[in-house]
């Protein structure tokens, strides 16, 4: 599967505890984002690399949120001292420089307790 | 501010017939849209996009139209199948930045 994967799928934690995300995108694409959604809307942008460079951060990306793309293939987004207005689903998506068509990979979706 | 509106929350289409949803964008910075499609427990698929150098691009069965004078798109489904049931969002972004903005979706659903 050459598609964009995100691991683990589901991610079930205690207020108050760190988690991390992992996500593989499109081996030739150079641009990776993090995206978050809430049921019943639409994913809302939290931050953009291009290769291994953090370019944009969206205001909802708190202290508490950050992502690293090291050596500009995969990235991870970690989420320190959960919240339960954390829970929601993650999502990646890469793409080529132009256009900016998007893939997105499956989610990680999260609940916090 | 939600720069990017469906306000259609669901549809329901006979199949075969056309599915027609719509979106409107606020955002006049905005020169480049995007349809995706959205299973349950699944990422959003792309489906087709269109630059606001043109008012039309068409993809097999899905069509989408802009109308810049009056910020609006809309994506046509012609003939709708039952597996063209799922959640779709419209999105827009300026090419100068990455970002993507969504609208909040139309659930679609295609009776027999």
């Known amino acids: 599967d050459t598609g964009v994967s995100q691991d683990p799928r589901h991610k079930i934690t205690k207020r108050g505890q760190n988690v991390t995300f992992r996500c593989d995108p499109i081996?030739?694409?150079?641009?990776l984002y993090w995206y978050r959604q809430t049921l019943g809307q639409g994913p809302e942008f939290l931050t953009y690399?291009?290769?291994?460079?953090?370019?944009?951060k969206s205001r909802l990306l708190s202290d508490r949120f950050s992502a690293e793309r090291p050596k500009g293939s995969f990235s991870t987004l970690e989420i320190q001292r959960t919240e339960q207005g954390d829970s929601a689903m993650y999502l990646c998506?890469?793409?080529?420089?132009?256009?900016?068509?998007?893939?997105f990979g499956p989610g990680t979706r999260l609940t916090v307790l | 501010d939600q720069q990017v509106k469906q306000n259609s929350p669901s549809l329901s289409v006979q199949e075969g017939r056309i599915s027609i949803l719509n979106c409107d964008y606020t955002?006049?910075?905005?020169?480049?849209f995007l349809w995706y499609k959205k299973y349950p427990a699944e990422g959003p698929t792309f489906l087709i996009s269109?630059?606001?150098?043109?008012d039309k691009n068409e993809d097999g069965r899905f069509t989408v139209f802009l109308n810049k004078s009056a910020k609006h798109l809309s994506l046509h489904i012609v003939p709708s199948q039952p597996g063209d049931s799922a959640v779709y969002f419209c999105?827009?972004?300026?090419?100068?930045?990455?970002?993507?903005?969504f609208g909040q979706g139309t659930r679609l659903t295609i009776n027999p």
């Open positions: 998506a890469s793409s080529l420089s132009l256009p900016n068509e998007q893939f």
């Open positions: 690399f291009q290769n291994e460079a953090q370019l944009e």
């Open positions: 999105a827009a972004s300026i090419q100068g930045a990455q970002k993507l903005v």
């Open positions: 955002n006049s910075m905005f020169d480049y």
């Open positions: 081996s030739e694409h150079n641009r």
């Open positions: 269109i630059s606001s150098i043109k």
